[in-house]
């Protein structure tokens, strides 16, 4: 549309120049009048102004130079129309100027869009290609920075992307030791991570060495760790070949043994001539704690013999003939914390085995006592049972909770709570006495004899309790004779170890109820068992210690002494016996004259068995037997094997 009115306008313009031609002529000639030099100059001001379409800077003077050129020559060469004619050909009109100028304004942003299109094209291509050149680069720069410095590193590099490094350490939480090490093959990265101290503590602690210690207590976890599993192997292998040191606990005054217990590195025992004697094994250096008697006891004619003997890691508690009962710190001795009398002969005491509690039981009546914060002993409850009681266990792990006692009388068996007003039955059937009792953090296990016509149905059985719900959990046994003695407070998790009359031991799955094991070694029946997750120490009546390796079902070793084996404990280095006789009063002999001399296989033996790395080294041994027969002691030692109760000066004070 625009070229059409163009080429009209332009039709329009030769008219009009042929039709005025001798005008124009007559204008175009050369004159020196004013009002026509002004009249050109107005009308190349008006077709003339390149101004407007010109966008650089220096346009204005270029503009100035061609106007002064042209106006010379059409002053001097050409007419002033052909000039005109010429603006009008090129189409140098005002009404096109604003068109022209918007045509090449978008012509221009066309042309740089397309330029700024293809620059960035050529950008992209020239980074992809060197992208990886970059991430090379920046791997190198990053393990440069970890090589400089590894206490300060933050970033993990996982492969292709960056993990915290606290958020890499808790994903390493998750494997094992093997795992660990493979890890750290893979970069010094991962190896800083694989090798971190709060790994490495927490799986010593996961196995179950130094329960007690913390983060800092160890520059290197990781050797820690490697120098307890050498140390736990060369220990299980002393205790299958009987290599370590072997000790006898005696006390000659104390006449005839009554009973013991163990815990931990004390070892405690009770005597008929009324004294209670405490060792630590720790320091054979020094002699037994010497426990003093009540003065209601001590004031008696005759003593009263010790019936009960209980010890745990702080307390230490002894109960009388005549019904009294004290408790002593195992740390300072001396004097007794606690002291009560009991209305009837002491039939069952128990100690808590992490918590300072006490509970004992004289016929039916039962009593139960506990410390407080500030370490006062006071009384929590009493209850009266329908029959004896005959056996009192407390269940451990109560923590805050306070004391559970679990008690077997009769053919029933009873839970004593102190926040509950009457004991709450757990088990009862008619004409079926209960000849064992153990119980855990979470079950209660018993042992039943069948009478009459149940026998016909399998036998005597181990029946299994929870203490959540009070429901029977599992029924094990099948046995003719009866069971003797059970462990399930020590025994690995599902699992439960049994001795009976018929001479075996056995092993049993809870949670299938079947039997893992059944071992014969004993000659008579067996009293007392311990189990851990890979043997198994059991004593008979006849005097015999029996060690088993559970996976195979074989005897490792066996250790022989005179009377039944009442007392069986050990941990992973240590094992205490104890050989207690059943007749407290020899036949022949007056036990309460001093010399004692011709009852001494009368007496009963307590044996301690040192399995550890340092067993057999020079400062383990008996300062008895690392001295010379020149030195008093030794000399002292010949003659004390002759003369054993005469007290010599400068005797050891072990003898």
Known sequence: MAEEELAAFRESWKEELTSKNDEERLVCAPSSDVPSQSGQGDLRKRYFEDSKYLNTADSTSKLTERECTDDASDTEDQPEYVSIARSLLDGRTSPLLDRIQEERTRRKRQYQNMTNACSKSLQQKQKQQQQPQRKVKKEEELLDQLIQDLNEVNDIPFFDIELPYELALKIFRNLNCTELGRCAQVSRAWRVLAEDGVLWFKMCRGEGYHQEA????????????????????????????????????????????????????????????????????????????????????????????????????SVAAAAYEDGCVDLWSTETGGEPLLHYQSPERPQALALGPDSPSLGSAAGPHVRLDSADDRGYWRTLCRAQLPKTVESLVLVPGRGQQGPLAALSAGDAVYLLDPREEEPRTLHSVYGHPVTCLDASDSQVALGVKRTGWAMHDGGNKIHVYSLETGKPVSSVGDSLGDFTCINLRDSPPHLLVCGNKDRRVRVFDLRSGSSVASLYGHHLGV??????????????????????????????????????????????????????????????????DDDLTAHRRHRGVICHYDFSEDALSQDHILPICRSDYIESSGYNYNIGLTVPYDRLPGAHPSL
């Open 214 to 313: 913390s983060v800092s207590d160890s520059l290197c976890w990781k050797s820690t760790l490697r120098d307890c599993r050498n140390s736990a192997k060369t220990v299980r292998s002393n205790w299958k070949n009987r290599v370590g040191s072997i000790s006898q606990l005696q006390f000659e005054l104390g006449k005839v043994l009554c009973d013991v217990s163990s815990c931990d590195s004390f070892v405690l025992a009770g005597y008929t001539s009324g004294d209670v004697r405490l060792w630590d094994t720790l320091h054979w250096d020094s002699t037994a704690s010497f426990l003093k008697i009540n003065s209601l006891s001590a004031n008696s004619v005759p003593r009263p013999q010790v019936s009960h003997v209980q010890v745990n890691s």
């Open 527 to 592: 009293t007392s068992v311990q189990i851990d997750d890979w043997k198994i120490v059991s004593g008979g009546g006849e005097g015999l210690v029996c060690v088993w390796e559970m996976r195979m079902g074989s005897k490792l070793w066996e250790m022989h002494n005179r009377h039944p084996v009442r007392h069986v404990n050990f941990n992973s280095s240590t094992l205490v016996t104890a050989n207690i006789p059943d007749d407290k009063s020899p036949r022949g002999a007056c036990i309460t």
